[in-house]
C-alpha cells in the first residue's frame, strides 16, 4: 500500500468517484484496516441505515410481558426486551454462543446471532415520566424526544443536550434552552419562536442569527439590540404597541409571518459560509473547540477526526457517527461512547479493542458479539482464552478479506430497520424500489393510521384561546402528510401559555421541516460573495475561497469570516 499519494477510487455502490488522501491511508494503517470500497456519502448512509430515532411502536417485552413503547415493529422477528428487563440479570447473551464456521460467510452467520440475542426496545435511562424518548437519558417529563439529557418538560425536540426546560418542536438547542418553539440551532434562550442560530437572547420572534438580543422580531443578523422589527429600531412602546398588531394568536397570521421569515432568510440575510468557532484547521459546520476536524458537523472537541456527524469529544477516528464522550480510534461505527479502537460497530457504550459488533457494553477484545454486556476474548459470543481468541480473530479476518466482507460497515441487510424507519430516509430519501435495489430494508406497515380524523382541520379554531380542551381527544390529519395525529393535554396547555395556535401538521413532518432549514452534513467549494466597497479586498469583488455546507445553487447570501464580520459587528 502506497501510503504517501492521494488515490481515486469508484464507489462500489453509487459508482461515483471519490478520494482517498494520504493522511487517509495513514489512518487506516494504524488501525490495520483495508481502505473503503463506498463513497463518504455512501458510507454515511448504510450507517445512518441502523438508526431509527422517531419511528415509534408498542409491543410487550419478550420477557416480562409488559407493553412497551419501542422502536421495533411487533412484526419484526427479533425478540425485543424493555429498557429494565434488557438491562438486568435475568438473561446472559453469552449463553448464546456460536462457533464460527469458515465455509460460510461471516455476515450471514452474524445475522443468525443477532436473531438470538434481545434487543433494548427503546434506548433511554435514568429519566421520570419520559416513556416516549430515545437516545436520551437524565429527564424528567419529556414526550416523543430524541437525544434530550438533563432536560424538564420537552415534547417532539431532539438534540437538547443541556438543561432544556419547557421546549417544545426544537432541534439542535444545546443548552440552556426555556420556554421556547421551533427554534433551531440555538443556545441560552429564553421565550423564543421560530428562530434559528441565536445565542443568548430573549423574547426573540422569527429571527435568525441573533446574539445578544432581546425582544426582536422578524430581524437578522444582529448583535446586542432590543426592540428590533424588520431590523428597525422602535421604543419600547412603539415596539410591544407593533407586536399586538401581528395577532400572534392567529394560525392564519403565523402562517404569513413565516413565510416572510423564510424570505429574510433566504433572500436578505448574510449568510457566514460556516459555523466553526475556537477550532483550528477544521472543516465542516457548526463545529467547536477542535483541531483537525474534516468534514465534521454538529460537534465539540474534536481532533484529528475526518467524516463525523455529531460528535462530543472525539480523537483519531474517521466516519462516525454519534459517537463521543471521550472515543477514539473509531472507525465506521455508530453510536459509540467512551470507548477506543471500536471498529465497524454499532450501539456501544465503554469498551476496548471490539470489531463488528452490536450492543455491546463494559467489554473489551471482542468480534462479531452481539448484547455482551462486561465481557472479554468473545468472538460470536463465545468465551475463549487471550490466546485462541487473537489466533481466532485473525484468521476470521483473513476469511472475511477472501470473502469481500472485512472493512466495511455492516450491509444493509442487518439492518434491525427498514430504510424508511431509519434516519437515512430523513437526511437521503429514496423511494421503496430504489432503496430495496441497494439491498436496504423496507417497512410496508408503518406506524399511524390514514382516514381515522374525527374532525377537520378547518373545524379548529384559528384563534388558540377559542381552542376548547375537548381537541385532546379528536383525531387530526396532517395537512402535509395526511396521517393522523393528535394534540395532548400538555401540549394543548403549553399553546395556551404561550400563545401559539394548534398546528396542522403532524410532529414527523413538523420535524422534517425543521431539518430541512438546516444545513446538509455535506460541503461544496465557493468563493465569497461579497462584492461591497470597502472591505479588506478593496472595490474589487471579495475571492477568498472555502468549503461551505451551501450548495451553489441555493439562494442565500454567503459571505466569509473577513466580510461577514466587517457587516454584522
Same mark, same amino acid.
Given at each position: 500500500?502506497?501510503?504517501?499519494?492521494?488515490?481515486?477510487?469508484?464507489?462500489?455502490?453509487?459508482?461515483?468517484?471519490?478520494?482517498?488522501?494520504?493522511?487517509?491511508?495513514?489512518?487506516?494503517?494504524?488501525?490495520?484496516v483495508?481502505?473503503?470500497?463506498?463513497?463518504?456519502?455512501?458510507?454515511?448512509?448504510?450507517?445512518?441505515?441502523?438508526?431509527?430515532?422517531?419511528?415509534?411502536?408498542?409491543?410487550?417485552?419478550?420477557?416480562?410481558?409488559?407493553?412497551?413503547?419501542t422502536?421495533?415493529?411487533?412484526?419484526?422477528?427479533?425478540?425485543?426486551?424493555?429498557?429494565?428487563?434488557w438491562?438486568?440479570?435475568?438473561?446472559?447473551?453469552?449463553?448464546?454462543?456460536?462457533?464460527?464456521?469458515?465455509?460460510?460467510?461471516?455476515?450471514?452467520?452474524?445475522?443468525?446471532?443477532?436473531?438470538?440475542?434481545?434487543?433494548?426496545?427503546?434506548?433511554? %435511562? $435514568?429519566? =421520570?415520566? #419520559?416513556?416516549?424518548?430515545?437516545? +436520551?437519558? *437524565?429527564?424528567? @417529563? !419529556?414526550?416523543? &424526544?430524541?437525544?434530550?439529557?438533563?432536560?424538564?418538560?420537552?415534547?417532539?425536540?431532539?438534540?437538547?443536550?443541556?438543561?432544556?426546560?419547557?421546549?417544545?418542536?426544537?432541534?439542535?438547542?444545546? %443548552? $440552556?434552552? =426555556?420556554? #421556547?418553539?421551533?427554534?433551531?440551532? +440555538?443556545? *441560552?434562550?429564553? @421565550? !423564543?419562536?421560530? &428562530?434559528?442560530?441565536?445565542?443568548?437572547?430573549?423574547?426573540?420572534?422569527?429571527?435568525?442569527?441573533?446574539?445578544?438580543?432581546?425582544?426582536?422580531f422578524?430581524?437578522?443578523?444582529?448583535?446586542? %439590540? $432590543?426592540y428590533?422589527?424588520?431590523?428597525?429600531?422602535?421604543?419600547?412602546?412603539?415596539?410591544?404597541?407593533?407586536?399586538?398588531?401581528?395577532?400572534?394568536?392567529?394560525?392564519n397570521?403565523?402562517?404569513?409571518?413565516?413565510?416572510?421569515?423564510l424570505?429574510?432568510?433566504?433572500?436578505?440575510?448574510?449568510h457566514?459560509?460556516a459555523?466553526?468557532?475556537?477550532?483550528?484547521?477544521?472543516?465542516?459546520?457548526?463545529?467547536?473547540?477542535?483541531?483537525?476536524?474534516?468534514?465534521?458537523?454538529?460537534?465539540?472537541?474534536?481532533?484529528?477526526?475526518?467524516?463525523?456527524?455529531?460528535?462530543?469529544?472525539?480523537?483519531?477516528?474517521?466516519?462516525?457517527?454519534?459517537?463521543?464522550?471521550?472515543?477514539?480510534?473509531?472507525?465506521?461505527?455508530?453510536?459509540?461512547?467512551?470507548?477506543?479502537?471500536?471498529?465497524?460497530?454499532?450501539?456501544?457504550?465503554?469498551?476496548?479493542?471490539?470489531?463488528?459488533?452490536?450492543?455491546?457494553?463494559?467489554?473489551?477484545?471482542?468480534?462479531?458479539?452481539?448484547?455482551i454486556?462486561?465481557?472479554?476474548?468473545?468472538?460470536?459470543?463465545?468465551?475463549?482464552?487471550?490466546?485462541?481468541?487473537?489466533?481466532?480473530?485473525e484468521?476470521?479476518?483473513?476469511?472475511?478479506?477472501?470473502?469481500g466482507?472485512?472493512?466495511?460497515?455492516?450491509?444493509?441487510?442487518?439492518?434491525?430497520?427498514?430504510?424508511?424507519?431509519?434516519?437515512?430516509?430523513?437526511?437521503?430519501?429514496?423511494?421503496?424500489?430504489?432503496?430495496?435495489?441497494?439491498?436496504?430494508?423496507?417497512?410496508?406497515?408503518?406506524?399511524?393510521?390514514?382516514?381515522?380524523?374525527?374532525?377537520?382541520?378547518?373545524?379548529?379554531?384559528?384563534?388558540?384561546?377559542?381552542?376548547?380542551?375537548?381537541?385532546?381527544?379528536?383525531?387530526?390529519?396532517?395537512?402535509?402528510?395526511?396521517?393522523?395525529?393528535?394534540?395532548?393535554?400538555?401540549?394543548?396547555?403549553?399553546?395556551?401559555?404561550?400563545?401559539?395556535?394548534?398546528?396542522?401538521?403532524?410532529?414527523?413532518?413538523?420535524?422534517?421541516?425543521?431539518?430541512?432549514?438546516?444545513?446538509?452534513?455535506?460541503?461544496?467549494?465557493?468563493?465569497?460573495?461579497?462584492?461591497?466597497?470597502?472591505?479588506?479586498?478593496?472595490?474589487?469583488?471579495?475571492?477568498?475561497?472555502?468549503?461551505?455546507?451551501?450548495?451553489?445553487?441555493?439562494?442565500?447570501?454567503?459571505?466569509?469570516?473577513?466580510?461577514?464580520?466587517?457587516?454584522?459587528?
Amino acid at each position: 500500500m502506497n501510503i504517501m499519494n492521494k488515490e481515486n477510487k469508484t464507489c462500489q455502490n453509487c459508482k461515483k468517484d471519490f478520494t482517498i488522501e494520504p493522511d487517509d491511508f495513514s489512518f487506516y494503517e494504524k488501525i490495520k484496516v483495508p481502505p473503503p470500497t463506498f463513497c463518504p456519502e455512501c458510507r454515511f448512509q448504510r450507517r445512518y441505515a441502523w438508526r431509527n430515532e422517531i419511528t415509534l411502536y408498542r409491543r410487550p417485552c419478550d420477557l416480562c410481558g409488559k407493553s412497551s413503547v419501542t422502536i421495533y415493529s411487533p412484526k419484526k422477528s427479533y425478540k425485543v426486551y424493555c429498557p429494565n428487563c434488557w438491562w438486568g440479570d435475568g438473561w446472559d447473551a453469552k449463553e448464546s454462543f456460536q462457533d464460527f464456521d469458515f465455509s460460510r460467510p461471516f455476515f450471514e452467520q452474524f445475522q443468525e446471532l443477532q436473531f438470538k440475542i434481545p434487543r433494548i426496545a427503546l434506548l433511554t %435511562k $435514568n429519566s =421520570v415520566n #419520559s416513556e416516549y424518548t430515545n437516545h +436520551s437519558g *437524565d429527564n424528567k @417529563n !419529556c414526550y416523543m &424526544c430524541v437525544s434530550t439529557f438533563y432536560s424538564e418538560n420537552i415534547m417532539y425536540s431532539n438534540n437538547i443536550w443541556e438543561k432544556g426546560q419547557d421546549l417544545c418542536d426544537c432541534t439542535m438547542v444545546i %443548552k $440552556n434552552g =426555556v420556554l #421556547s418553539y421551533e427554534c433551531i440551532d +440555538s443556545s *441560552d434562550i429564553y @421565550n !423564543c419562536q421560530f &428562530c434559528i442560530l441565536l445565542k443568548n437572547c430573549t423574547d426573540c420572534f422569527y429571527c435568525y442569527d441573533l446574539h445578544n438580543c432581546q425582544n426582536c422580531f422578524l430581524s437578522f443578523n444582529l448583535r446586542n %439590540k $432590543n426592540y428590533m422589527i424588520l431590523n428597525q429600531q422602535y421604543s419600547k412602546e412603539e415596539y410591544f404597541k407593533k407586536i399586538k398588531n401581528f395577532n400572534l394568536n392567529s394560525n392564519n397570521s403565523r402562517q404569513n409571518l413565516y413565510k416572510q421569515f423564510l424570505d429574510l432568510m433566504k433572500n436578505k440575510a448574510l449568510h457566514k459560509f460556516a459555523i466553526i468557532e475556537k477550532s483550528v484547521n477544521s472543516f465542516g459546520n457548526m463545529l467547536y473547540n477542535s483541531k483537525n476536524a474534516n468534514q465534521v458537523f454538529d460537534s465539540d472537541h474534536v481532533e484529528d477526526t475526518k467524516y463525523g456527524i455529531i460528535l462530543p469529544g472525539v480523537q483519531n477516528s474517521m466516519d462516525v457517527c454519534h459517537v463521543g464522550f471521550n472515543c477514539e480510534l473509531t472507525y465506521e461505527s455508530h453510536a459509540i461512547v467512551r470507548s477506543s479502537r471500536v471498529l465497524f460497530s454499532h450501539l456501544s457504550y465503554d469498551n476496548n479493542d471490539i470489531q463488528y459488533c452490536d450492543s455491546c457494553h463494559y467489554s473489551d477484545n471482542l468480534f462479531g458479539c452481539c448484547g455482551i454486556k462486561k465481557g472479554s476474548y468473545m468472538i460470536f459470543n463465545k468465551k475463549y482464552s487471550k490466546e485462541e481468541y487473537l489466533k481466532l480473530k485473525e484468521k476470521i479476518i483473513e476469511h472475511m478479506k477472501r470473502t469481500g466482507e472485512y472493512g466495511n460497515f455492516f450491509p444493509p441487510k442487518l439492518s434491525p430497520f427498514g430504510y424508511n424507519e431509519s434516519q437515512a430516509q430523513v437526511y437521503l430519501p429514496m423511494a421503496k424500489e430504489k432503496a430495496l435495489s441497494f439491498g436496504f430494508n423496507w417497512e410496508d406497515d408503518m406506524p399511524g393510521t390514514h382516514g381515522k380524523e374525527t374532525t377537520d382541520s378547518k373545524n379548529i379554531s384559528d384563534n388558540i384561546f377559542e381552542v376548547l380542551d375537548s381537541i385532546t381527544n379528536e383525531i387530526l390529519k396532517c395537512e402535509d402528510c395526511g396521517k393522523n395525529y393528535n394534540i395532548i393535554l400538555a401540549e394543548l396547555q403549553f399553546y395556551k401559555n404561550e400563545n401559539i395556535p394548534i398546528p396542522h401538521f403532524c410532529y414527523k413532518c413538523r420535524y422534517k421541516k425543521r431539518i430541512a432549514l438546516r444545513l446538509p452534513r455535506k460541503l461544496w467549494h465557493r468563493s465569497c460573495m461579497c462584492d461591497k466597497i470597502g472591505h479588506f479586498h478593496g472595490d474589487d469583488k471579495c475571492n477568498v475561497e472555502f468549503e461551505t455546507s451551501y450548495a451553489p445553487e441555493r439562494p442565500e447570501i454567503v459571505y466569509c469570516e473577513k466580510c461577514y464580520q466587517q457587516e454584522i459587528y
